[in-house]
DNA sequence: GAATATTGATAGTAATACTATTATTTTTGC
DNA sequence: GCAAAAATAATAGTATTACTATCAATATTC
């Protein structure tokens, strides 16, 4: 797993923080730490103070690894896409037939999160929680266009376009790939959003999973059979 | 079109403000510049103080209108998807063909929001560029719960109900309408965010509207002919 | 064991998100 | 047209946030 852990650094952009989070253990600590820590209090009311008192450290060390909030927020984004995307190129690696490739993709993209003990200081399963709850907030910002031209957003879009490639290689004809996977990607997280907090507003629930829903969307929107 | 501000204002919850905005020409200078502002600025850089020097008014005096900045994004949003939800209900009402129904409804919740000078204060284009870009922060909040409980988010529920609705009355034996209903309208807000921001990510552009997009992916799923 | 790097502690600043009080202006009712 | 009431403005003040700067204490490493 050494490889995998290694790509998965390689995804994370060196402008998002000023000392790199895995050179040390208080790095680890910060980024361990802040994934709990933001789940529990939720993103607006986290702040470097409570996180340092909450692991005895310092808020002038953790200013130390990042910059502001913010950046550790698009930092996790970017752990968590890369994450992602690295499983869905593992899992679909070996599979030849392109309907069955995409049904894998994207049964790995929505499916619930559970733990990966590859990565012994991140907890996947809450990462992926803050993820439906804070990830838009690192985006829906005014200075978002040079975020962009940093690359801060780098590894979802590619994530967006080896989605948006599979489709096609299922459908030369469809005209939205691009359109039809950026809302597969961000439903996903609405609907685990919802199924949480508006159950009224989503038909998923304990037996309905998002994986159902954007399956069968998929395979209609394409035209394909459920068995391929 | 006094029928139809009433209607409006009605869909607003009474909590969302501590003294109605339309009951003074203060309430509405704020309500009309907050819309300007937040465009302008963004909601993180977006202040009390701040709106207040712009309107030559004062901090105190915008603070016995709205609680805080929140609640005025809140308010804003209950104003939004009342007035969407209005144009759809007045557009597709003496349409009795399901499939052509859920057609018109979707280009009303889709479409690119031009001004409607019904409304003198309210800046309907700029308001809906606020929602694209910041109302999935008034909802992605720890507390969440709490608010829907106090029914601040009723109309945006209201909204996706009588859209998953008419997509029943096309497709009884579809099983996931809420899904699908609340998945056009976040995904709307999302695809116009991407147009903007990150072009890479979408097939939609000048030529290519959300319209196109989400009316072909709402046809194929239901199985439906584009002539009806 | 000295030099260097890292972390911790403390202090300080400007801005934010308010609340409270009092003064001034506007509105309304008679 | 004037008094009473309501609304708004001005000012001040508090706690918290989001940092920056400085210096002391501790690890690390050469």
Chains 1, 2 share one sequence.
């Not at 590859?118 to 005014?142: D, G, P, Q, R, T």
């Not at 950026?182 to 038909?203: A, D, R, V």
Request: overall charge negative.
């Amino acid at each position: 797993m050494d490889v995998l852990m290694q790509s998965l650094k390689i995804g994370i952009n060196e402008k998002l923080y000023i000392k790199d989070p895995e050179s040390s253990s208080l790095g680890k600590k910060i980024v361990e730490e802040s994934i709990l820590l933001i789940d529990e209090i939720g993103f607006e009311h986290f702040t470097f103070k409570k996180l340092g008192a909450r692991i005895n450290s310092n808020e002038s060390s953790i200013y130390r690894y990042f910059e502001n909030k913010h950046k550790l927020l698009l930092y996790l984004a970017s752990w968590y896409w890369g994450w992602m995307e690295y499983r869905m190129v593992f899992d679909t690696n070996g599979i030849s037939d392109p309907v069955e490739k995409l049904s894998k993709a994207i049964e790995v993209l929505t499916q619930n999160v559970e733990e990966d003990n590859a990565f012994s200081h991140i907890n996947e399963v809450v990462l992926n929680k803050i993820i439906i709850n804070e990830y838009s907030k690192s985006y829906l910002v005014k200075e978002v266009n040079d975020e962009d031209k940093n690359g801060y957003f780098i590894v979802c879009k590619r994530l967006v376009s080896r989605l948006s490639e599979m489709i096609v290689a299922v459908d030369k004809t469809y005209a939205y790939p691009l359109s039809l996977a950026s809302t597969i990607l961000e439903g996903t997280l609405h609907q685990y959003f919802l199924k949480e907090h508006f159950p009224m507003l989503t038909n998923c629930n304990e037996n309905v999973t998002p994986t159902h829903f954007f399956t069968d969307l998929i395979f209609r929107t394409l035209n394909l059979n459920v068995n391929g």
